[in-house]
C-alpha cells in the first residue's frame, strides 16, 4: 500500500491511507487497545475481554457450540484471545511500513535509473515492481529487524492491557518482583529475535540489491 499511495500520488486514496496510517501511528498503543476492548469485547462480545485462555471450557462452549468435544477447542480459544492484541500491534505497526515505504518510493523515483527504465518504453507495472519497488525496500528490510523484537518484547503495555500472558508481561512481571533470572532470560530471547532478524535481513538485502553480497 505505501508503494501504491507513493506511486500514485495526489488523489484521495493516498490522502485518506496518510492519515490512516498518522492517526495510528501517533495514537498511544494504549489507547487504541482500550477503545478496542470497549468496541468489541465490551460492547459487541465478539471477542474475550482479557486473558489468555478461557478459565472455563464450558463458557467457550456455550459461545461457539461447534466446539463441543472437539479437538481444535484449545488452539481455537488460544486464537479467539489472540485476536485483539494482535490486531492492535498490526495496526501499529503497519501505519509506520506504510510511512516508511511511500518516503522511500518517493525517492527512489528521482535517481536516474527510473527515468532510464522508463525511457526504454517498459510497462510502468514493471518499472514499479522490478526497479522502484525493489530499491525501496531497502529501508523497509531493516525496520523488520527492529520490528520483529517489537512484536514479541515491546508490546509490553499492550499485555498490561488486555492482560496477556506474552513475553512482554512477563519481562515486567519479572521486573517488578525483582526475578532477575526471569528477566535476563527474556532478554535472552529478545536478543536471539534481534540476531535472526540480522540474518534474515542481511538474505533479503542480498536478494533485493545485487550490488549486496553475502
Not at 7 to 27: C, D, H, Q, T
Not at 41 to 63: E, T, Y
Not at 102 to 115: A, C, G, M
Request: aromatic share 16%; glycine share 8%.
Amino acid at each position: 500500500m505505501g508503494s501504491r499511495i507513493g506511486w500514485k500520488r495526489g488523489g484521495v486514496e493516498e490522502g485518506g491511507w496518510i492519515l490512516f496510517s498518522l492517526f495510528f501511528y501517533n495514537m498511544p498503543s494504549f489507547w487504541i487497545g482500550l477503545i478496542f476492548i470497549w468496541i468489541f469485547a465490551f460492547q459487541f462480545g465478539w471477542f474475550p475481554l482479557s486473558g489468555f485462555q478461557s478459565a472455563n471450557m464450558a463458557d467457550l462452549v456455550r459461545k461457539f457450540p461447534f466446539l463441543e468435544n472437539n479437538i481444535l477447542a484449545r488452539p481455537f480459544d488460544y486464537m479467539w484471545h489472540m485476536v485483539l492484541p494482535l490486531v492492535v500491534l498490526v495496526l501499529i505497526s503497519l501505519a509506520g511500513v506504510i510511512l516508511l515505504m511511500r518516503t522511500s518510493l518517493l525517492e527512489v523515483l528521482k535517481e536516474d535509473y527510473i527515468l532510464t527504465a522508463r525511457a526504454k518504453g517498459l510497462p510502468e507495472r514493471i518499472v514499479r515492481r522490478r526497479h522502484a519497488n525493489r530499491n525501496a525496500y531497502l529501508p523497509v528490510v531493516t525496520s523488520f529487524t527492529i520490528a520483529l523484537a517489537y512484536s514479541v518484547g515491546g508490546a509490553i503495555i499492550l499485555e498490561q492491557i488486555f492482560t496477556y500472558q506474552g513475553v512482554g508481561y512477563y519481562f515486567l512481571q519479572a521486573i517488578l518482583i525483582q526475578d532477575h533470572f526471569l528477566a535476563g532470560a527474556t532478554l535472552f530471547i529478545l536478543a536471539i529475535l534481534v540476531i535472526v532478524g540480522n540474518i534474515v535481513a542481511d538474505l533479503l538485502y542480498a536478494w533485493l540489491d545485487p550490488r549486496v553480497r553475502l
